[in-house]
């Protein structure tokens, strides 16, 4: 049955990657960037907190399962050298998740400016993330 199975999961995932669809963590990060998208337009808002906290909350969850997939980029690399590009990718989400943590804490205080200044933050860390590990 396995042996099935196997060679069946793998035509469909070299097909996925034919045809353009999304990798598992292309889903995620589109997941990541509609919250974050509506988050930016609410961000300073005190008003908006419980929805703000909300999409937080969507940003946490996909960056946790964000952390445990690999970059596509990761295919590239030299055989010795997967282990500490994986590696590289995990302290830089986490490094991410800890500001989201930051960003969750200013807006459950109301502390609007605080909430400006570390969604900055993650703007950086997506920038950098992307440049160290997302293709073009
Ligand atoms: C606010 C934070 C972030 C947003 C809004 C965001 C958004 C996105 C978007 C829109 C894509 C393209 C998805 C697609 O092609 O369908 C993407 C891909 C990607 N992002 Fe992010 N991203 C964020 C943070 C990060 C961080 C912190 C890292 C790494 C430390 C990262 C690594 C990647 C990688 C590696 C891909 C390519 C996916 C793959 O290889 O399968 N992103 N991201």
């Known amino acids: 049955m396995l042996k099935k199975l196997i060679p069946f999961a793998l035509v469909l995932t070299l097909g996925a990657t034919a045809f353009g669809e999304d990798s598992p963590m292309e889903k995620e990060m589109s997941a990541m960037n509609k919250a974050y998208k509506a988050l930016k337009k609410t961000v300073a808002d005190p008003a908006s907190k419980d929805a703000n906290l909300k999409l937080i909350a969507e940003i946490k ?5 964000s952390t445990k ?8 690399q030299p055989a010795a050298g997967k282990a500490a590009y994986l590696e590289k990718f995990k302290a830089q989400m986490a490094a991410f998740a800890k500001e989201v943590a930051t960003l969750e804490a200013a807006v459950t205080a109301g502390n609007t400016a605080a909430a400006e200044a570390s969604f900055a933050k993650l703007n950086d860390l997506k920038k950098k993330g992307h440049e ?4 073009d």
């Open 132 to 135: 160290d590990f997302k293709k």
């Open 61 to 65: 969850k996909t960056t946790e399962t």
């Open 69 to 76: 997939m690999e970059p596509k980029t990761t295919a590239d």
